[in-house]
């Protein structure tokens, strides 16, 4: 608008000014010829034009010598491109932290700043940022360098995979906490970081690979805090019973004479007479009697993968001297299915009613892993044991049968989540 108006105001084959007072007094009327150069010149705004026209037409008429005489004024403009009121797109990229023109370090270090000032206010929260984003790959101590292009290296950005380590091999295996409050922030802190680049937009070309790390945090925020209660409580008090009479990594635990029994019953969770009674309300009274460990049946160190949890009947397979030398009895295969001969279950529901927890078992079906074609098995466990036996969740354990088919573990060393991936030691 301003080109045009300097234009039509200025550009003119010929504009007469009469009445000019030439340096001796006299008038004469003269012609001044206004040329218009290239619009893209050099600044010139009307104001200097005018100052530039009156110039030359005081000098013009100082050394002219004859009236009527056409005079050359040469004048510049320039096209104004940019509104400076409004800016430009170019200052609009430049002013955002997030344009993906910028290297992915300098955007994730500016939204780390954002992230900490709106969601991180309390101490452990703030501990465990830091943990995952230095474990992660981001310098949180490295100020913001003013050209990022010039920091900027070749990196492997990969959200899932850091993700699934972080929340499995490094909690559990390498980080050193144990504090169970830091099992159950630790997903939260994540979706929230995560969520927190994705409504910003802040890696966009990365979006599908955050969605996958998110899926990962949320199945992380039920099954690792599961992990490591299950790990504290397994195995529970019948399972140790069964390990500590009949055979296994208790077996003898109490039998030193010249230790304390008491004190080493209290460092194993459980006494012998306390394991007597649970046997004898699960088996009957002539279990200790009647039941032997089948010690070929063994497995040990067996990976296996929890595939279902359902209720388990108190008095789960009752054993007594008169169905355990029939026909009728229930077996369990350690490798394989569970099966009733004669088509009749030994339990029977009408005895022990009078139960407590210890004996109100439950059914932990497990696989094994890393096998093609493996038939599930099962545990029994009581219900503070199972309500952390999540579907997914990994377990090493030994496994044990009875005579009456029946399997129990014990020696349980590794609980990991679905997801878990070992830590490279390099990643510590």
């Not at 344009?99 to 955007?107: K, Q």
């Amino acid at each position: 608008m301003a080109e045009q108006e300097v234009q039509k105001t200025m550009v003119n084959d010929e504009q007469t000014r009469p009445n000019q007072t030439m340096s001796n007094g006299n008038v004469e009327n003269r012609k001044v010829k206004v040329t218009v150069e290239d619009e893209n010149s050099e600044d010139v705004n009307l104001l200097e034009n005018n100052r530039n026209l009156d110039k030359n037409k005081n000098d013009t008429t100082n050394s002219a010598s004859s009236a009527g005489e056409t005079v050359d004024v040469t004048m510049s403009t320039k096209k104004i491109k940019n509104n400076p009121n409004t800016g430009s797109k170019k200052d609009d990229d430049d002013d955002d932290p997030y344009n993906p023109s910028r290297p992915i370090t300098h955007r994730v270090e500016v939204a780390v700043k954002k992230f900490r000032k709106e969601h991180v206010s309390d101490t452990l929260r703030n501990q465990l940022v830091n943990s995952y984003l230095t474990f992660g790959g981001v310098n949180i101590n490295k100020k913001q360098s003013k050209d990022a292009d010039a920091d900027e290296e070749d990196i492997e950005v990969d959200f899932t995979y850091t993700v699934r380590i972080y929340l499995s091999g490094y909690l559990i295996d390498k980080s050193g906490y144990v504090q169970m409050n830091i099992f159950r922030e630790a997903p939260q802190v994540v979706i929230l970081f995560l969520n927190y680049l994705s409504e910003n937009k802040v890696c966009p070309e990365y979006e599908d690979d955050m969605q996958e790390a998110l899926r990962i945090a949320h199945k992380a925020y039920y099954e690792l805090p599961n992990c490591k209660e299950l790990d504290f409580n397994t195995p529970g008090k019948f399972n140790k019973a069964c390990s500590l009479l009949f055979g296994g990594e208790l077996y003898g635990a109490l039998d030193d004479p010249w230790g304390e029994e008491e004190l080493a019953a209290s460092m194993i969770g459980i006494s012998k007479e306390e394991g007597k009674q649970l046997i004898e309300k699960v088996f009957g009274t002539n279990a200790l009697k009647e039941l032997r460990q089948v010690k070929e049946d063994s497995r040990h160190n067996l990976a296996c993968e929890i595939i279902e949890v359902e209720p388990f009947q108190t008095n789960i397979s009752k054993v007594s001297t008169k169905n355990h030398n029939s026909n009728t009895t229930e077996t369990q295969n350690v490798d394989g299915e569970n099966s009733m001969e004669n088509g009749h279950e030994s339990s029977n529901p009408n005895n022990n009613t009078h139960v407590n927890d210890e004996t109100n078992l439950k059914k932990i079906f497990l696989r094994e892993c890393n096998v093609a074609i493996a038939e599930p098995f099962y545990v029994s466990e009581c219900s503070n044991v199972v309500n952390y036996a999540a579907p997914g969740i990994l377990i090493t354990a030994d496994f044990h049968k009875l005579s009456n088919g029946f399997v129990y573990w014990d020696n349980i060393t590794i609980v990991h989540p679905s997801y878990y991936i070992e830590c490279p030691e390099d990643d510590d």
